[in-house]
DNA sequence: TTCACTAATGATTGCGCAATCATGTGGCGC
DNA sequence: GCGCCACATGATTGCGCAATCATTAGTGAA
């Protein structure tokens, strides 16, 4: 008894102990605490002055010495590049919320699209002994995935679907989209081809893949424009207005989000540029308003919250130790154009 | 030694601990230990023997045990209703930004707009013995009020403004921003008007604010949409349709958020009513696209990044124990109209 | 050289909980 | 009435770390 022995209680009260409840409810510690986790090992009337001592007292346990007694926290890492964006807040959403009913907590790290930032929380994120861990993509720094597996943690990767995963693997081919893209204008006649796209990653994939379909039929775009992060309606905007001011003649504009789609259509509109007949304009993501803008606005459909949902699954039956399976998990779940008006 | 004695490692290594980093530094682990924490309280010889073994084992520190030891977690507990709207996303990351740069990791929560989910969350994040707290809003369960109360941990409420906050206070009056729209709309010479809100505590805040500025000059609203969360455009849009359907006849729509407003001037302009002459729109919130719709939309700008770095900022201050005044802060943030073409 | 003093390091203990092992306590059959 | 077994409960210990106290090495002045 070296410390904490400050005499009387110093000021505030400290909180409650399962101790505390034990003397309060007569009964041992060990009792209060298979009353609360394990309460069919324990008789009616022992479980009742446990549950009315608990009441008395204001007892909530204490989950860092519960972690370090059990070896796990049951808290999940989550990293994203983004909330602002709202696919990914749809996946947030789905991966709290999922986890939670599972009796696992999050913990969000926003790496701004950063690999930096991503080893950084990382690193913070793994102090705490996480029971499991959920990232955006494939691509992380050397450090992480060297401590990543060192961790020995199941590990869900989402929003990306390619080679090498650390563990499982959520998502769909953004390569595969941007392909997709690029032919859909093709065969809808389109010959001149503009590109708006955010300099992340994933955006740069569905490029390449646009591009490649292009390629593949003898075209390429006439001008393309790379974004910083985040692709904000306003940045969208501002791009195709400067586009249309360096003389750039096309038909069609390819962009990396709705979000960007939208503000190339508005200056499209601003300058009395008739869509879809004088220039087709398609978008990724299918966020909300892409049904309701003027023109509907064309644009490929992916689910940020199921993402969420089997990422989470995933990883509730990796951490639970129910699914042994060695053999790492692979979904892809896919994507699919939805022509609107706009293109 | 009782637990844990498989006698051999059972299948995957355990991460090293301190004292396996003292074993290879030949240093005491507390030595080790303090390297880490005070380096400079360590001879250069010491720390670098240390920092060699830390490096060569790998060696993360286990924060459940280190906040167990010291009681602190580092760890500061986050509740929104949702990071869907961009807004709440804009003021997370301010504040996981803000406190992750003091050394603080934040536990997300997301409420849904339910008292009792939040309920929940908390007596969840609690268990985990948070160094701090932020809330969205000043309505919480009686329950969790007595919680908060008695974790004796910093608190920083957000969003709002009003009576008896737990603690700190950063926000602005949802109230005020209702009736500065509500006497805007007036002085603009608008005498019909419709309602779209939100079912949220503080749109419905902002809405008495408009029904009461209105009132005071003799005006009541002829129709009241209130939606159900989350305010998604096509809402806006679905809710404006039908009040047209229903026959009202306005010159005017209150929107509780901007998004909600997209939506209105949508079904507006399909419609062929003409904004502004024939019917003024006004949001809320200033997003990033309020700037760039045609017409451009009348919004009321509020700083959600500011209300996240303010709050956070209070909480780190608070909790390093700097700032020891025991009156509550409140900080008024204020709002502003900006007007554009669409009222 | 000796002593006082500082800086650096080490030994021990407890944070709050749960896993293990040990001990009751009652019920049932014979 | 005795012994066996299932069940309920309790005592002890360790999870990994840091705070406290104790000790050693190192420094300079008298």
Redesign the interface.
Same mark, same amino acid.
């Given at each position: 008894m070296s410390q904490n022995r400050q005499d009387p209680p110093p000021g505030?009260?400290k909180?409650p102990t399962l101790i505390d409840v034990a003397k309060v409810a007569g009964v041992s510690p060990i009792t209060v605490s298979r009353a609360l986790n394990q309460p069919e090992m324990v008789s009616d009337k022992a479980r009742a002055k446990v549950t009315a001592a608990v009441e008395k007292t204001?007892y909530?346990?204490?989950?860092?010495?519960g972690?370090?007694a059990t070896q796990t926290?049951r808290l999940v890492a989550l990293i994203v590049p983004?909330?602002?964006n709202?696919i990914f807040?749809?996946t947030?959403?789905a991966i709290?919320?999922t986890l939670?009913r599972a009796g696992y907590?999050?913990?969000?790290?926003?790496s701004g699209y950063s690999d930096q930032q991503e080893q950084d929380?990382l690193?913070?994120?793994?102090?705490? #002994?996480p029971d499991g861990i959920i990232l955006t993509g494939l691509q992380h720094s050397e450090i992480s995935r060297?401590?990543l597996k060192? @961790?020995?943690t199941p590990i869900v990767e989402t929003w990306d679907l390619g080679e090498d995963p650390l563990d499982a693997l959520v998502g769909f081919s953004h390569y595969d989209v941007g392909r997709a893209v690029g032919r859909y204008l093709l065969e809808k006649g389109r010959r001149r081809f503009a590109a708006v796209s955010a300099d992340d990653r994933r955006a740069d994939s569905r490029l390449a893949g646009f591009t490649d379909a292009l390629s593949e039929a003898g075209a390429t775009p006439v001008a393309t424009r790379r974004l910083a992060t985040p692709a904000?309606?306003?940045r969208g905007?501002q791009a195709f207005a400067e586009l249309l001011d360096e003389g750039i003649e096309c038909d069609a504009v390819y962009c990396s989000s709705d979000?960007l789609a939208?503000?190339v259509m508005?200056e499209a #509109?601003?300058r009395g540029i008739d869509i879809p007949h004088r220039l087709a304009v398609i978008g990724f993501g299918d966020l909300?308003?892409a @049904?309701?803008?003027?023109p509907t606005l064309t644009s490929v459909q992916i689910n940020g919250a199921e993402i969420g949902l089997r990422a989470a699954r995933h990883l509730i039956a990796a951490m639970s130790g129910t699914s042994t399976s060695p053999d790492p998990v692979r979904i892809d779940l896919g994507f699919s154009i939805i022509e609107r008006d706009s293109a």
């Open positions: 505030r009260a909180a204001g909530l346990p204490n989950m860092l010495a972690s370090l926290s983004t909330v602002a709202p807040a749809e947030v959403r709290t919320e939670e907590q999050t913990l969000l790290g926003i929380l690193e913070a994120i793994l102090c705490r #002994r060297t401590r060192a @961790a020995a904000k309606f306003s905007r979000t939208h503000g508005t #509109r601003y909300d308003f @049904a309701h803008t003027l």
